[in-house]
Nanobody, 124 residues
Framework: QLQLVESGGGLVQPGGSLRLSCAAS????????VAWFRQAPGKEREFVAT????????YYSDSVKGRFTISRDNAKDTAYLQMNNLNNEDTAVYYC?????????????????WGQGTQVTVSS
């Protein structure tokens, strides 16, 4: 069973940056596509970014494109989400997810494994 643990969340001012990490255990991550989703208060969970198992393909939501970068280090069984130029609308709980396929997908239902989430708050 693949287990995921996110870290790196916190409070940041508008315009600031954070890097989230997603550490996998139980199985090697190298055969799984990974994605980040987020859920703001009172809203449904939404797709943020995804990366294929070999890092050859990435997709981003329009709201984060150009500001966020997803990456992974399979040797460390860890995925990352670098978030730059954060704004108040980025405030949410961020979840890491993995699917038992090397191909990246944007649909939440495609992901079988989820972390517990990490809070990101953007506020002055």
């Amino acid at each position: 069973q693949l287990q995921l643990v996110e870290s790196g969340g916190g409070l940041v001012q508008p315009g600031g940056s954070l890097r989230l990490s997603c550490a996998a255990s139980g199985r090697r991550m190298n055969n799984y596509a990974v994605a980040w989703f987020r859920q703001a208060p009172g809203k449904e969970r939404e797709f943020v970014a995804t990366i294929s198992a070999a890092s050859t393909t990435t997709y981003y939501s329009d709201s984060v494109k150009g500001r966020f970068t997803i990456s992974r280090d399979n040797a460390k069984d860890t995925a990352y989400l670098q978030m730059n130029n954060l704004n108040n609308e980025d405030t949410a709980v961020y979840y890491c997810a993995a699917r038992p396929s090397p191909y990246a997908r944007e649909t939440e239902a495609e992901y079988a494994y989820w972390g517990q989430g990490t809070q990101v708050t953007v506020s002055s």
